[in-house]
């Protein structure tokens, strides 16, 4: 089984996001302020290192205080950090994770039904 990477993030190439990996995030209780754990499915994206354009992101006026232009000045640089993956959305979308995301981890190989022998 593969292990947990902590303090460090997945690597990436320039105008890409990182592999998408499991991760782990805490976050605590609005109602107890019990910390609970949960499992999401993302990707990493350093400073400066993806735009708009370099991933196809429609993001149509949701473009957030702190978003910065590209240096060409026609895109904008997507925040550093951590995003949702949402496989089952109508556009494959991502979601800023805002909670503290604690460990990582590559996805594990799909289900493969075992070959009965003859």
Excluded at 17 to 32: F, N, Q
Excluded at 47 to 72: F, Q
Excluded at 101 to 113: D, I, N, S, T
């Amino acid at each position: 089984m593969a292990k947990w990477n902590i303090d460090t993030v997945p690597k990436c190439e320039k105008g890409t996001t990182s592999d998408e990996v499991l991760v782990t995030i805490e976050k605590a209780s609005i109602i107890t302020g019990e910390i609970y754990s949960r499992v999401v499915k993302a990707v990493y994206i350093p400073h400066h290192n993806c735009s708009l354009e370099d991933l196809g992101w429609n993001v149509d006026d949701d473009i957030l205080d702190g978003w910065e232009y590209t240096e060409n000045g026609i895109s904008w640089w997507i925040p550093q950090g951590w995003y949702e993956v949402h496989d089952y959305c109508d556009n494959y979308e991502y979601s800023k994770i805002t909670d503290k995301v604690v460990a990582w981890r590559k996805l594990p190989k799909p289900y493969e039904p075992r070959k009965e022998s003859v």
